[in-house]
């Protein structure tokens, strides 16, 4: 697939909805096909964060790995979710690992060169902010949740 045929893609996907056609565009010269097969791991915790990935068909874990302790999924990601925020803050490393349940088919967007059109035009970098806010919002709270299932603790979202 040819990157101006990636941009109908991102338009509609819902997580750039309400972003100018230019915008999308513009991201979509960052933009690549990707595809895993069940068991490939898309990212490790530690590893370089240069990317994040729309997914378009397919399921991908976020686990938690310790060691001495079995691997803890966080959560489990399907089709149209967004996958990845390391990209976007120093030092640029997975917080978490990432894989393939299945055959996982998605667009990856490269985190370097998001960077550099966010630093060039500061409304689109606080568009992606905005945006990413609510994803590191979700991801925080499907992780207490499940240290909250984990330990038994009582839930306290009441006190947040």
């Not at 595809?35 to 874990?61: C, N, T």
Request: proline share 6%; with cysteine; aromatic share 10%.
């Amino acid at each position: 697939m040819t990157l101006s045929s990636l941009a109908p893609i991102l338009q509609e996907h819902e997580f750039f909805a309400g972003l100018s056609p230019e915008y999308v565009q513009l991201l979509t010269e960052c933009a690549s096909n990707i595809r895993f097969d069940a068991g490939d791991m898309l990212f490790r915790q530690g590893e370089p964060a240069d990317r994040f990935y729309l997914l378009r068909q397919g399921k991908v874990a976020i686990e938690i790995s310790a060691p001495g302790r079995p691997t803890l999924t966080i959560k489990t990601l399907g089709d149209n979710d967004v996958l990845g925020w390391s990209w976007l803050f120093p030092p640029y490393q997975w917080q978490f690992d990432a894989r393939a349940l299945e055959l996982t088919r998605a667009v990856a967007l490269d985190g370097r060169c998001l960077r550099g059109k966010c630093d060039n035009d500061p409304v689109l970098g606080y568009e992606l902010m905005k945006r990413f806010s609510q994803i590191m919002l979700d991801s925080l709270n499907a992780t207490r949740l499940q240290l909250l299932d984990l330990y038994g603790l009582p839930d306290r979202r009441s006190a947040w």
